[in-house]
């Protein structure tokens, strides 16, 4: 048999059990271990792996829906959607629907809602590095080029609406957080907007108000400063002092976007 | 206000932020110290001691794993050893 079929056969018996069988007539037994059992040592660990990454990724998901459900489900994600990248550090978007997917999790969507943030967590730690701009550029612009403006949050910001209290679901699993809500207490259906971004080895996740959430929304769409001007009115300088002071606003362009 | 006073206003507030920014940014600026002999299995900041890098420590307060610290902080804990760079 060819080296890539062979490859490819015991592969397909790492991420589907029943081509376990399969794969194990080429290996031979040896000792008290049968051939199948030989490829299944291949196969328990490789879950094993992808287990413990899902469980890092969705820790919070994880206490809530408990160590049993996580696991069954996590390896019934694992043989559906097997690794298609040599990065670990890819591996674990699909859990998310997934999740969304699962019968017993049709009543409980808020806990599908929670894995949307820990999955934005995790690529926001994940998003390359990039240089900002210096603000004291702006001075020199024309007054057209002022119009023209546009503006950046941080590539590594993720805005997340939800319907469900995201944000303090999360803060009441974390255990570094002596003033975390009590779960318990936690109002599951009020409706929270959520930023997340990285600042070198900081990530930020913070809530919105409404008037901060609808100006990142439209920095994010790329308006130019005269859109934000008539959209924003004399509300604009406030809310561009306050999202300068926090960081969420990165770097500017005076081109239009493509 | 009209959009010309409204933009004037805005460039304004983006500029004394960006400076407060900056302004914050320099005051943040701590001199720090590489660290020895004090750091937990697994907490280390970068690679020693034939490992590849971050967080490999496998031993508490192994000579040779380091963490960064402020300045002058290393030689007040106990077991802690500057390194020399």
Not at chain 1, 67 to 83: L, Y
Not at chain 1, 87 to 104: I, M, S, T
Request: with cysteine.
């Amino acid at each position: 048999m060819p080296l890539l079929e062979l490859q490819h056969s015991l592969i397909s018996a790492l991420f589907q059990r029943d081509q376990l069988a399969e794969a194990a007539k080429r290996v031979k037994a040896q000792g008290s271990l049968s051939s199948e059992q030989r490829v299944g040592i291949y196969r328990n660990s490789a879950h094993g792996i992808l287990l413990d990454c899902l469980e890092s990724l969705y820790p919070v998901c994880f206490e809530l829906v408990g160590t049993e459900f996580f696991g069954r489900t996590a390896h019934n994600f694992i043989d559906q959607a097997p690794p298609t990248s040599p990065f670990l550090a890819d591996y674990g978007a699909g859990f998310v629907n997934h999740l969304a997917e699962h019968p017993a999790l049709q009543e409980m969507l808020w806990i599908v809602e929670v894995a949307k943030l820990e999955w934005a967590r995790h690529a926001a730690w994940h998003t390359v590095n990039q240089v900002a701009s210096d603000f004291a550029q702006l001075e020199g612009l024309s007054e057209a080029q002022q119009a023209e403006l546009r503006f950046q949050l941080p590539a590594s910001a993720h805005l997340i609406s939800s319907n469900t209290s995201i944000h303090s679901i999360w803060l009441a699993h974390q255990e570094e957080y002596p003033e975390k809500p009590q779960f318990e207490k936690i109002d599951l259906q009020e409706a929270q907007q959520v930023l997340l971004f990285r600042e070198q080895r900081r990530l930020h996740q913070t809530t919105l108000s409404t008037d901060d959430w609808a100006f990142l929304q439209a920095i994010q769409q790329q308006l130019s400063m005269g859109e934000l001007a008539e959209q924003f009115a004399d509300q604009l300088p406030w809310l561009f002092s306050v999202a300068m002071q926090e960081g969420w606003i990165y770097s500017f362009t005076t081109t239009p976007p493509a | 206000m009209q959009n010309k006073q409204i933009i004037t206003a805005t460039l304004m507030a983006i500029g004394l932020s960006a400076a407060l920014s900056v302004a914050t940014a320099e005051d943040k600026k701590v001199e720090t110290e590489k660290c020895t002999g004090i750091v937990k299995a697994g907490m280390n900041d970068c690679a020693a001691n034939g490992h590849s890098c971050a967080g490999k420590a496998a031993k508490d307060s192994v000579a040779g794993e380091w963490i960064t610290v402020p300045k002058g902080t290393c030689e007040k804990i106990a077991g802690g050893t500057v390194v020399k760079e």
